[in-house]
């Protein structure tokens, strides 16, 4: 069987870009320890109301400028709906689900997380401007899977 020269050529590249990508993969996850927002530890979540932070929804402030928002995702809400931090604040979401998996995705932002169970899941985001920004779940969870929304408010 005879091999073109370009199909030898474009063979080479092939290959040469798969290593490149899975050396670009194994670098982010082991030196710059880049990972998927979830499963930064466990909890039982049948005893959310108990549990901290999860018994105590809503946003606090952590330090000078910074804040964490802590969210229950239930069928069919998010808890709490609103969300109110100010532009510019670094804001740490802590989330799980108390049923089953739901989506958290902040529209027009990189937020994009899964509220998994018995997993806490977390995300650091900074909103540069300010405005109202919608909050969906966009993992199907139901019948009332469409109704499952919620906003960020940023002052
Ligand atoms: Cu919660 Cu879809």
């Known amino acids: 069987m ?10 080479a590249v092939s290959g040469v870009l798969l290593v490149f990508c899975l050396a670009a993969l194994l670098y982010a996850a082991t030196v710059r320890g880049i990972h998927l927002p979830t499963h930064v530890a466990e909890v039982d979540p049948h005893r959310l109301a108990q549990t ?13 400028n910074q804040y964490e928002a802590v969210i229950v995702g239930r069928a069919w809400v998010f808890d709490p709906a609103v969300i109110e931090v100010p532009a510019g604040a670094e804001v ?4 799980t689900s108390a049923d089953v998996i739901h989506g958290f995705n902040i ?27 919608l909050l969906i779940c966009h993992e199907f969870c139901g ?13």
Request: proline letters at 9%; zero cysteines; charged letters at 20%.
């Open 2 to 11: 005879k091999i073109d020269l370009y199909e030898k050529a474009y063979l």
């Open 52 to 64: 901290p932070p999860f018994d105590r929804p809503g946003v606090r402030q952590t330090g000078p």
């Open 92 to 95: 740490t979401f802590t989330a």
């Open 107 to 133: 529209a027009t932002t990189r937020v994009n997380m899964m509220l998994i169970p018995g997993q806490v899941t977390r995300m650091v985001y900074r909103f540069r401007s300010p405005g109202e920004y």
């Open 143 to 155: 019948i009332g899977h469409h109704t499952m929304a919620g906003k960020v408010v940023v002052r």
